[in-house]
Nanobody, 118 residues
Framework: QVQLVESGGGLVQPGGSLRLSCVSSGRIFSITDMAWYRQAPGKERELVAVISSSAYSAYADNVKGRFTISRDNAKNTCYLQMNSLRPEDTAVYYC????????????WGQGTLVTVSS
């Protein structure tokens, strides 16, 4: 069973940057689609960015041009580089893995809190 551990959250001022990391256990990371979601207080969880096993990436409109998702298959790690952070980016950020194997279920991390405030 794949397990995910996120890190890198914290308090940052508006305009600042953070890099989130998501480390996956197991041996199938290279064939796993990865994604970052976030959930702000009182709001539904929303998709932030996705990266496929072939490294195709896509972004939500409200983070496009500011956030970059990437992966390092040698380290079983997915990253989310967040630049030009805004107060509205404040949320708990979750990593999600979906192996490209028939019948596989998606797996979620425990989340890491990002607070953008002066």
């Amino acid at each position: 069973q794949v397990q995910l551990v996120e890190s890198g959250g914290g308090l940052v001022q508006p305009g600042g940057s953070l890099r989130l990391s998501c480390v996956s256990s197991g041996r199938i990371f290279s064939i796993t689609d990865m994604a970052w979601y976030r959930q702000a207080p009182g709001k539904e969880r929303e998709l932030v960015a996705v990266i496929s096993s072939s490294a195709y990436s896509a972004y939500a409109d409200n983070v496009k041009g500011r956030f970059t998702i990437s992966r390092d298959n040698a380290k079983n790690t997915c990253y989310l580089q967040m630049n030009s952070l805004r107060p509205e980016d404040t949320a708990v950020y979750y990593c999600r893995a979906k192996p490209n194997i028939a019948g596989s279920l998606e797996v979620w991390g425990q989340g890491t809190l990002v607070t953008v405030s002066s």
